[in-house]
């Protein structure tokens, strides 16, 4: 299968976009070689700042093999940034709607033509107090499985210090000027799990699997250990709302 062209949207998306950053950041990048030169593959992507996809963007342009990212359907209503968008062929996600599985179908037809697509399997900023990848959802395991396409592990760090997820201050801190760690590691293995029924277990066990080499990734980026379980905000929600309701019994 021949390489995509990158195209005429997403080289001026680079013209625009990778001056600032070089400027304004230092970049530690590694793991490059585990991109595919060819061929249609997913990259899974922790997400820790409203900066990140420019910071894995810029990673994953200079591999060659540009991504196409799940973004908000809103995003595509602002004007210039959905003309970009639009442009560079990013795919929006209509949560909640009867459009919902386009974004799905949309990134399993993608990578069949040998594209590569970008799952941020949060599917929202990280609500970790600590920064690390939460509990995924199970998107990126059912294209997966589908497509029975490769899955890039990627981890980033340094982005959430120049602008911080959910901070009370909408500040920029670009001084002193911080480093954008971006690591790609080698495939996920997932091949005992290709012809099986997606069932909602099988799915749950994917994601997972996924989500640990993200975080395994992120370790060695921050050069901290692995946390003993990972931050699931539903059961923290759920915890917050048990203690309230027998707080009011009281």
Aim: aromatic share 8%; charged share 25%; with cysteine.
């Amino acid at each position: 299968m021949s390489r995509p062209r990158i195209g005429f949207w997403y080289r001026l998306a680079a013209v625009i976009a990778k001056p600032p950053l070089v400027v304004l950041f230092k970049r530690d990048w590694r793991g490059m070689e585990h991109i595919p030169s060819h061929g249609g593959f997913i990259t899974a992507v922790n997400h820790n700042s409203a900066l990140d996809p420019l910071s894995y963007g810029h990673f994953q342009y200079n591999s060659g093999r540009v991504p196409r990212l799940l973004a908000k359907a809103a995003l595509f209503d602002v004007p210039f940034v959905g003309m970009m968008l639009r442009g560079t062929g990013q795919i929006p996600v209509y949560r909640e709607s009867s459009n919902a599985l386009d974004a799905f179908r949309a990134a399993v037809n993608a990578i069949e033509r040998g594209e590569c697509v970008a799952f941020y399997p949060e599917g929202t900023l990280t609500r970790d107090p600590d920064m690390w990848p939460m509990t995924g959802k199970t998107g990126v395991a059912r294209v997966a499985l589908l497509t029975e396409a490769p899955v890039i592990p990627v981890a980033q760090w340094g982005a959430n210090l120049v602008i911080p997820p959910y901070a009370k201050e909408n500040k920029v801190r670009l001084f002193p000027r911080k480093t954008l760690r971006v690591q790609a590691g080698p495939a996920i293995d997932l091949s005992r799990f290709h012809g099986k029924e997606p069932t909602p277990e099988i799915l749950r066990e994917v994601t997972e699997i996924i989500m640990a080499a993200i975080t395994e990734l992120l370790a060695e980026v921050r050069g901290e250990p692995v946390p003993a379980e990972p931050y699931d905000h539903r059961k923290v929600l759920e915890e917050k709302r048990r203690k309230a309701a027998e707080e009011g019994l009281k």
